[in-house]
């Protein structure tokens, strides 16, 4: 168990980095994305700004977690002690509330996209009749963002199973060593 810990550790925390730098990319994506909705449907485009508000959010707080995850030393460190364990786990635990509110926004807003999609499709062909390049509306974005909160909540899941783990070890290394000194002394 040791080996496998130590080896997915980084790799892990990379990850879990890459996931949130991409919420964070698909929310400036997203915010260029749908301008043409708030001609169609104001109500839709405020909802969907929204929930690309806290895509974004989601984003900045995971990255935030990892910084605090290499103040820790977390990343580098070979034993995990408390602070690791507490911080380790604070920073997941928030980076998966954000990742399942973003996630619940965008299952909710997928219907009502869908149902005016045809719509504006129509009235983004029309705008863009005389354009060399054209823009089609579509719910990749959406979904896109669906899989990038389900991923990052289930790596924010597997960060706070590895640090239990790793901090787990450690105790039983320093137990170890503390039983290994008393029959010195």
């Known amino acids: 168990m040791n080996k496998i ?4 550790k980084k790799p892990l ?3 879990f980095l890459v996931s949130y730098v991409l919420f964070i990319i698909l929310a400036v994506c997203y915010f260029s994305d749908n301008y043409w909705l708030e001609e169609v449907n104001s109500d839709l485009f405020k909802r969907m700004q929204s929930a690309n508000t806290m895509l974004l959010y989601s984003g900045i707080v995971g990255v935030c977690a990892f910084a605090v995850f290499a103040i820790v030393g977390s990343i580098s460190r070979k034993n995990y002690y408390q602070s690791n364990l507490i911080f380790n786990s604070l920073g997941s635990v928030a980076s998966i509330v954000v990742s399942v509110i973003a996630l619940f926004q965008q299952i909710a807003i997928l219907p009502d996209f869908n149902k005016i999609l045809p719509e504006l ?3 983004t062909n029309v705008m863009q009749s005389s354009s060399a390049s054209k823009i ?3 719910t990749n974005v959406i979904y896109l ?3 990038l909160a389900i991923f990052t909540a289930i790596v924010a899941v597997l960060v706070i199973v590895m640090t239990v783990l790793k901090y787990i070890e450690t105790s039983k290394k320093l137990k170890a060593k503390a039983k290994q000194a008393e029959v010195v002394a």
């Open 5 to 8: 810990v130590e080896k997915t």
């Open 13 to 15: 925390l990379c990850v």
């Open 121 to 123: 499709i129509d009235f």
């Open 136 to 138: 089609t509306p579509s």
């Open 145 to 147: 963002a669906i899989i």
